[in-house]
């Protein structure tokens, strides 16, 4: 067997060549990295369950018709999805003020946005992931006006579905963080969701006692990482059968 | 004669009360600071050159149609202007990469960027005036989308205006800080341009040279920021007669 090629080792997941031309394999590894990678370490058996969280996500989300790279699970670890070219803007969608919004803006945690902010973020680890507005978008043509404008909208109705999705299994989402990608078709492009949604692109909070069910318990040092991510898992029926325990 | 009431003493200007309701005067200091304030100095002079140049800048743009606080003169260092509810919002127009910029997005100072920007940030020194979005103003509710539009539009207007008149002095305005503030009339409001425009809210270099007329030879250490400020003002024409040399 031919030894397949890797093509990007990233914080959380691994790339590697697809079997057809056009597809790549996600390979979800258990490392988590808090404060652009500052802070390093693992967390036992998530790559697993954030293989099979974001299948069940992305599956659901093409139900509604939100386009995404997502193609099938091929194993525990491993999801082939649609290689695409990567908007270089992380999308952060809050619904309650957490993280980095309380420190910029003075706002404390756990306070209701009087209205959902998407915010955008340059993606560049060597810059720390800077906070931009669409005006630098432009600027420097990281995406058109029109893909911004599908980016937006995708991200509306994830953020619908999601809360949606979560408020039915006790769980407040506060924010969350998408990425996307382009694909094209003869000489169109289109814009697709992207990457992954998982307990470690959201923050998530037990509805009754605002436990936090999410990587903010590794940032934070709060422990029980791994239960964490399997109760969102068990929550939405993800842990019996096939995806339950490790490889 | 009754002495007058200070309003507030800023890092730069001091507010009075003003003669008659509504006014408010603006002493400008020889104080300077940088870097949120965590550097201090004075600039000799500088009080004085600020006050005569922001005059010729707002007088010059209320005849264009650019509505701003500016009344008038009233000795060296005081100007009388209408009071306003300023908008907690600094607008950074950038023509060229220098400063901030050039950090969060790794961008070569002295880059011509493709468009102009214009960025916003929350005027808050505590929080180290962060960067903020359209979608951060909506939300916190700092300004309605008809002003942001107004504050926009006048926001280019001086770019393209003080673009010309520097550009006919040789000096190449790479970018500025603009506040604006809203005034009422009977129940309406509307926002005009407030504060002041001088070298330490512009970046100015010398269009042959790229030497800096402006804060941020204060900032960086380069000396000689008396002789830069009166550089600008003497090209713009303000050193003959009645402004020149000290109280
Ligand atoms: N469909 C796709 N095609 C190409 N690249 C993708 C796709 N989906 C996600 N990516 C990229 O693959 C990487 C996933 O690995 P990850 O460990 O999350 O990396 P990072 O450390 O850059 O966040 C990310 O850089 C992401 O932008
Ligand atoms: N017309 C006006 N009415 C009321 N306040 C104003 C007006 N113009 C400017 N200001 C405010 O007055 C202050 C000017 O003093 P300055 O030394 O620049 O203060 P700061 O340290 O807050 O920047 C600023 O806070 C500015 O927002
Ligand atoms: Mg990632
Ligand atoms: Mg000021």
């Known amino acids: 067997m031919a030894r397949r090629r890797q093509i990007y080792e990233g914080k959380a997941k691994i790339l590697y060549e697809g079997p057809e031309p056009g ?43 939100v386009p995404t790279h997502f193609m099938r699970r091929l194993n525990m670890r491993e999801q082939l999805v649609r290689q695409v070219e990567i ?11 957490a993280g980095t919004l309380t420190k910029r803006l003075g706002i404390e945690e756990g306070t209701q946005l009087p209205r959902t902010i998407i915010e955008y973020y340059y993606k560049d680890d060597a810059l720390g ?32 579905f999601m809360s949606g999705m979560f408020a039915a299994i006790g769980i407040r989402l506060v924010d969350f ?9 003869n000489d169109y492009s289109r814009v697709i969701l992207a990457d992954e949604i998982s307990p470690d692109s959201c923050r998530l909070w037990d509805i009754k006692s605002n436990k936090k069910l999410d990587k903010d318990r590794f940032r934070q040092d709060l422990g029980e990482e791994a239960e964490a991510y399997q109760e969102v898992a068990r929550r939405l029926g993800l842990l019996n059968g096939e995806s339950e325990g490790e490889e």
């Open 23 to 65: 597809t790549i394999i996600q390979y979800f590894k258990d490392d988590a990295t808090a404060f652009n990678a500052q802070k390093k370490g693992q967390i036992a058996g998530k790559g697993v369950l954030n293989n099979r969280i974001s299948e069940h996500i992305f599956t659901n989300l093409a139900a509604i018709g």
């Open 87 to 97: 908007v270089p803007i992380e999308v952060v969608v809050r619904n309650v003020a």
């Open 129 to 160: 992931d800077p906070l931009i507005a669409d005006e630098h978008i432009a600027c420097f043509g990281w995406a058109s006006q029109e893909e911004m404008n599908d980016i937006a909208d995708m991200a509306i109705r994830v953020n619908d």
């Open 177 to 185: 963080k998408l990425e996307f990608g382009r694909i094209w078709e």
